[in-house]
């Protein structure tokens, strides 16, 4: 078994999870991840075999809600935490269109 | 032709007609002020808890029957991570191993051939936040985040750019008819991604695939297809490879244009969501929500074509739901199907169109527009009069029998008024007796525009022609 990552692994985390990194924690990365992974591994080794699969912390199944409109945020309140806004929109830096 | 063997699969994301959110009570609704439709939930607010939509459920059961689907009685839902301003919670929920719908079909027809679509599955999942990019920026419109969605995927069994189109149109057909979604592509409530692989022999795997995302309208799916064929034809007829990637269709440049190459499945990393316990649905869950389905387009016109109504008649029919919906009263009825279609889709149609009114909205009541219908079917009403009094059937209260009396139609039944005004204008024109007598058919017409000219088209047509015939051939 290895005992660290791949720069070109870690790298790609980071761009799934959309931060840049220096090339000294890049380093520090390929370490501390690899240790990270290997304890969440240690899950595989219980013997899971006979046991439900539990999605949610709770046994019971899901309760449905009713198809009635309820309250809503005033768009002032929804404005409100946004740093750039544009009339009534949430104004962010251009994003490449999935549409 | 193209020497390759085209496989196509196509992904339909529906958006369903519910009048609340997925996981919240805000309002689903199109066309209203940004972020003006939302709540905490929706904007994905730490501390907040989903809560499912019991409608959204007996929706997507419903489209998981109309497409032939095997129902899953025990799902859950999944988390699909990603990072985007489209998404402030950084993951959508949506059921990635369990979905609701699965190993179905769409039958289409093709020059007179049935086949079936199939479909790999549906799955219900959450609409993300709308965004618009206007240069160095994105605006973004959280009204549509969270709106219910169903995803119908089928199996790459589609073989033409024609089988996509047809497939499509079938479909939005099936989903609009029972209540799924309003299926409005110019409104982003029917999105379509294409698939599209070629390979040159059936033996072979499948060739590289790649994505067409969101394409604007059904028509130009095909044309999307067809460009997209064309493109992976020319790379391999000069020994080009590519990879895996996602496109869009510029209509304007008649071409697919690379937007990215894919990201894969793994990199999603979809675990549980653990917010929403296994969602168990019972049979009578179930059997009702197909038990409220509506009368299908298929079914419609198959009772249609059976009472003498036309095709392309039905069709319009069905392509117009209300009047479909109307005359649909009349099934177990001996009403003259094929008399009532015409009216509806004549005249009727004629006036809703320029009042901008619905069938529903007038004051044509089931047994006024039965009586309307025998009247004109045994010629009791000329379309001449009809023509003269269909405002006041529509628009007031009284009875088809009131209405005549009050606007003086006298529809002339009388055969011996009429006995002596045909044999009047015969005295007049002996040339089309003539003609007549030899065989031509345009002197009778003739002869019966004479005669109705002379009542001022209140005759009755049926007795016109009659008396005429027997007349002439005395």
């Not at chain 1, 439900?52 to 809503?72: C, H, K, T």
Request: contains cysteine.
């Amino acid at each position: 078994m290895k005992d660290k990552l791949t720069k070109e692994e870690v790298l790609h985390v980071a761009n799934l999870a959309r931060i840049e990194i220096t090339e000294e924690e890049l380093e520090s990365y390929q370490v501390k991840l690899k240790e990270l992974l290997d304890q969440v591994n240690t899950v595989n080794e219980i013997d899971d075999n006979n046991t439900d699969y539990l999605i949610a912390p709770w046994q019971n199944n899901s309760e449905f809600r009713e198809d009635s409109v309820g309250g809503m945020l005033d768009p002032k309140e929804v404005l409100k935490n946004t740093p750039r806004k544009s009339g009534n929109y949430i104004e962010v830096p251009v994003v490449i269109s999935n549409e | 032709m193209t020497k390759y063997i085209e496989t196509i699969g196509i992904e339909v994301h529906v958006e369903l007609k519910t009048n609340t959110k997925i996981f919240s009570s805000s309002k689903n609704g199109y066309g209203q002020m940004a972020n003006s439709l939302t709540n905490v939930i929706d904007l994905g607010y730490p501390g907040t808890l989903p809560t499912i939509n019991m409608e959204v459920i007996n929706t997507a059961i419903k489209a998981a029957h109309v497409l032939n689907c095997k129902i899953r009685k025990t799902q859950h839902f999944d988390r699909k991570n990603y990072f985007y301003p489209d998404n402030p919670k950084n993951y959508q929920i949506t059921e990635a191993r369990t979905p609701i719908g699965y190993d179905g079909y769409v039958e289409i027809e093709i020059d007179g051939e049935k086949k079936k679509i199939e479909i790999e599955e549906i799955h219900i999942e959450e609409d993300t936040c709308k965004s618009a990019h206007r240069g160095k920026v994105s605006l973004l419109d959280f009204n549509r985040a969270g709106v219910p969605l169903i995803e119908i995927v089928t199996k790459p069994c589609i073989s033409t750019s024609l089988e996509a189109k047809l497939y499509l149109e079938k479909l939005r057909e099936l989903l609009f008819y029972s209540d799924i979604s309003d299926c409005k592509m110019e409104e982003g409530s029917m999105r379509a991604d294409a698939n599209v692989s070629i390979r040159k022999n059936i033996t072979d795997p499948f060739g590289v695939k790649c994505e067409i995302k969101n394409i604007g309208s059904i028509s130009n799916v095909k044309l999307a297809i067809e460009c997209e064929i064309k493109r992976q034809s020319n790379l391999l007829d000069k020994g080009e490879s590519f990879k895996e990637q996602t496109r869009r269709f510029d209509d304007k440049l008649g071409d697919t244009v690379l937007m990215r190459v894919k990201e894969t499945g793994n990199d999603y990393r979809y675990f549980p969501e653990p917010d929403i316990p296994y969602i168990v649905l019972t049979d009578e869950v179930i059997n009702s929500a197909i038990k409220s389905l509506p009368m299908l387009p298929d079914e419609r016109r198959e009772i249609y074509i059976s009472k003498g109504v036309s095709l392309v008649n039905a069709n319009k029919l069905i392509a117009n739901r209300d009047l479909s919906d109307y005359l649909n009263n009349f099934i177990d009825t001996d009403l003259n199907f094929k008399e009532a279609t015409n009216l509806l889709l004549g005249d009727i149609s004629a006036y809703l169109n320029r009042e901008e009114k619905n069938i529903n909205d007038t004051k044509l009541t089931i047994e006024k527009f039965s009586d309307l219908v025998n009247k004109i079917s045994d010629n009791t009403l000329t379309s001449k009069n009809l023509k003269d009094i269909l405002d006041k059937i529509l628009e007031e209260d009284k009875t088809i029998d009131e209405i005549i009396k009050e606007c003086g139609i006298s529809n002339i039944t009388d055969s011996n008024m009429l006995n002596d005004i045909v044999l009047k204008i015969i005295s007049e024109n002996p040339d089309s007796v003539t003609d007549y007598k030899n065989g031509k058919d345009r002197a009778l017409k003739y002869l019966m525009g004479q005669i109705m000219k002379e009542t001022k088209g209140s005759a009755n047509p049926k007795l016109v022609s009659d008396i005429l015939i027997q007349e002439l051939n005395k």
